[in-house]
C-alpha cells in the first residue's frame, strides 16, 4: 500500500476538490461534531492531512495523523495549519500506540477499505480500539455497507459512470467475503488511482467486536451539502447528486468502546 501512494503524493490533494470528497468530508464534520470540541484525535491513514487539519479547525485540541506512505506525511507536515496538528509514518495494520493512545476520537476516513480480509479488519480495529480511551468514539469513511459488493459496485458504475470529475470503483477480482476494487479518478490534471477493497457489511460489523470495539455500531446516513454549497469544482449534472444517494458511494461508521 504505501507504493502506490508514494506514487501519488501530494497531488492526492487534487482529488480532495471533487464533488465527492468534499461530500464525504461534510459528512465526517457531522459524524464529530457531538464531541469534537476540545478532543484528543488520532487520524489514522491520514495522507496528505487535509481531514487531520479540518478536524483541528472544526475544534480538536490536538490532531495527530499517521500514515505508511512517508512522501504523504511529509506532504501532510508541509500543509499543517497550526501546532495542534502533527504527523508520524506508522503502520495502522499493526496493532501498536501511536502518541501515548487514549485519545478521545480516532478517525479513519478510508482506512478500513484497505483490509484485504476480515484478519486484517480485526487487526485495524485492535489499532483503533488500542488508542482509544474508554468512552471514545470511531467514525471512519468506508464504501457502502452492502450485503454483496459486487452488485453495488455494478449499480454504481451504471448510475455514475466513468468520466471526468467522477470517482469510480471498478471490480478487480473476488475475494474472501467482497470484492478487490481499482479506484479511478480522472481529473483535469490527470488520473489518480490505486485499489482498494469492498468487503461484505458483516464484515466491517463482527471485525469490530472481535477487534475490541464492543459498544454501539451505527452506519450513518449521507447527507447532501447544504444548498449552496452543493454546487462545487464541476459543472454538475442535473440529479448529480440524487445518483449518489440512490447508490452511495461510502457510508459513515460511527462505533463508540466501552
Same mark, same amino acid.
Given at each position: 500500500? =504505501? %507504493?502506490?501512494?508514494d ?14 470528497a468534499?461530500l464525504?468530508?461534510?459528512n465526517?464534520?457531522v459524524?464529530?461534531s457531538?464531541f ?12 496528505t492531512?487535509?481531514?487531520?487539519n479540518?478536524?483541528? =479547525?472544526?475544534?480538536a485540541?490536538?490532531?495527530?495523523g499517521?500514515?505508511i506512505s ?8 508541509a500543509?499543517?495549519?497550526s501546532?495542534?496538528v502533527?504527523?508520524e509514518?506508522?503502520?495502522c ?8 493512545g ?6 479513519g476516513?478510508w482506512?478500513l477499505?484497505y ?7 480485526i ?5 483503533i480500539a488500542?488508542n482509544?480511551?474508554d468512552?471514545?468514539?470511531?467514525v ?5 455497507p452492502?450485503e454483496?459488493p459486487k =452488485?453495488?459496485?455494478?449499480k454504481?458504475?451504471e448510475?455514475?459512470?466513468v468520466?471526468l470529475?467522477e ?8 475475494v474472501?467475503?467482497g470484492?478487490r ?6 481529473l483535469a ?7 482498494a ?5 458483516a464484515?466491517?460489523? %463482527?471485525?469490530?467486536n472481535?477487534?475490541g470495539?464492543t459498544g454501539?455500531?451505527?452506519w450513518q ?6 444548498g ?10 442535473e ?8 447508490v452511495p458511494?461510502?457510508?459513515?461508521l460511527v462505533?463508540?468502546k466501552?
Amino acid at each position: 500500500m =504505501s %507504493t502506490q501512494y508514494d506514487n501519488i503524493g501530494a497531488s492526492f490533494n487534487e482529488m480532495q476538490k471533487l464533488p465527492l470528497a468534499k461530500l464525504s468530508a461534510y459528512n465526517v464534520q457531522v459524524a464529530v461534531s457531538p464531541f469534537i470540541k476540545g478532543a484528543k484525535v488520532l487520524d489514522l491513514a491520514c495522507g496528505t492531512g487535509l481531514v487531520t487539519n479540518n478536524l483541528a =479547525s472544526w475544534g480538536a485540541s490536538s490532531v495527530l495523523g499517521i500514515d505508511i506512505s512517508s512522501v504523504m506525511v511529509e506532504a501532510a507536515k508541509a500543509g499543517a495549519i497550526s501546532e495542534k496538528v502533527q504527523f508520524e509514518v506508522g503502520d495502522c495494520f499493526k496493532p501498536r500506540v501511536f502518541g501515548g493512545g487514549n485519545y478521545d476520537l480516532v478517525v479513519g476516513a478510508w482506512l478500513l477499505n484497505y483490509a484485504p480480509n476480515k484478519q486484517t479488519m480485526i487487526d485495524i480495529y485492535r489499532t483503533i480500539a488500542a488508542n482509544l480511551k474508554d468512552g471514545g468514539r470511531f467514525v471512519g469513511v468506508t464504501p457502502h455497507p452492502a450485503e454483496d459488493p459486487k =452488485s453495488h459496485i455494478q449499480k454504481a458504475l451504471e448510475a455514475r459512470p466513468v468520466g471526468l470529475g467522477e470517482v469510480a470503483v471498478l471490480p478487480l477480482e473476488e475475494v474472501p467475503n467482497g470484492m478487490r476494487t481499482h479506484v479511478l479518478s480522472m481529473l483535469a490534471s490527470g488520473n489518480i488511482e490505486f485499489d482498494a477493497y469492498h468487503l461484505e457489511k458483516a464484515v466491517y460489523e %463482527t471485525s469490530a467486536n472481535e477487534g475490541g470495539l464492543t459498544g454501539e455500531l451505527t452506519w450513518q446516513p449521507v447527507y447532501l451539502l447544504p444548498g449552496e454549497n452543493q454546487d462545487v469544482a464541476l459543472d454538475l449534472s442535473e440529479g448529480y447528486w440524487h445518483k449518489h444517494l440512490a447508490v452511495p458511494h461510502f457510508a459513515i461508521l460511527v462505533i463508540s468502546k466501552t
